[in-house]
């Protein structure tokens, strides 16, 4: 289900991050260490690297841009831009407010998304993938796999995973497997990407929302 990605308040500013840490594989809050490090501007040996702290700008972009103010403006625009720096070295370029909570990234390199689109929570983008072509909407669960491209207007549902390469150019249902140049719906009942991999998985979405609750 797709939701209002902004984020307004402090503590939805420290879940968002939280999230996105938890399903990466990292703890919840950021060390000591790797703050002192981000203080240096050394991104590349904090815990998770350059694309954790791209995940972590974007959400303090988000969340500046929604404040009042002369000195919110002013932070705003710093963020902004070590966050559009960041993008630049690892390839990304990715809307501030296109992602609920959890955005995957596991590696870097060239990931574009049309700044139009609209996505729910708990989203995977693996390297060389393109989401362009006009106004999109999805749910939760998107699973785009390396090489995979979503061109054209359309709306998506939960729990779409588009296979390694493929070229999508219409809408989809929820819950299906997508594959093929152009991409045709190989199955359905389509699990959750979290749902597929693993336990581990499993285990951290259950962390995020007990996490969500508690800022509710």
């Given at each position: 289900m797709t939701t209002n990605n902004y984020i307004s308040s402090k503590s939805e500013l420290q879940f968002f991050i939280a999230a996105d840490r938890i399903m990466n594989g990292l703890p919840a809050r950021i060390s000591i260490r790797d703050r002192v490090f981000l203080l240096f501007g050394l991104s590349s040996l904090i815990e998770g690297g350059k694309t954790k702290e791209y995940l972590r700008l974007m959400r303090y972009s988000n969340y500046y841009s929604n404040q009042k103010g002369i000195v919110n403006r002013i932070i705003s625009k710093i963020v902004d831009f070590k966050y559009y720096k960041l993008g630049l070295e690892l390839g990304f370029s990715i809307s501030p407010k296109s992602?609920?909570?959890?955005?995957?990234?596991?590696?870097?390199?060239?990931?574009?998304?049309?700044?139009?689109?609209?996505?729910?929570?708990?989203?995977?983008?693996?390297?060389?993938?393109?989401?362009?072509?006009?106004?999109?909407?999805?749910?939760?669960?998107?699973?785009?796999?390396?090489?995979?491209?979503?061109?054209?207007?359309?709306?998506?549902?939960?729990?779409?995973?588009?296979?390694?390469?493929?070229?999508?150019?219409?809408?989809?249902?929820?819950?299906?497997?997508?594959?093929?140049?152009?991409?045709?719906?190989?199955?359905?009942?389509?699990?959750?990407?979290?749902?597929?991999?693993?336990?581990?998985?499993?285990?951290?979405?259950?962390?995020?929302?007990?996490?969500?609750?508690?800022?509710?």
């Open positions: 992602f609920g909570y959890v955005l995957v990234i596991p590696h870097y390199g060239t990931i574009v998304i049309n700044g139009d689109c609209i996505f729910g929570n708990y989203c995977v983008l693996h390297t060389s993938t393109c989401i362009a072509g006009g106004e999109k909407t999805f749910g939760d669960g998107l699973y785009l796999s390396a090489g995979a491209k979503i061109t054209g207007k359309g709306e998506y549902g939960d729990a779409i995973s588009i296979a390694a390469n493929s070229v999508v150019k219409c809408s989809a249902p929820s819950h299906c497997l997508l594959a093929g140049m152009p991409a045709e719906i190989k199955k359905t009942d389509y699990p959750f990407w979290y749902e597929r991999d693993g336990e581990r998985f499993q285990h951290r979405v259950l962390k995020v929302e007990e996490l969500k609750k508690k800022i509710h």
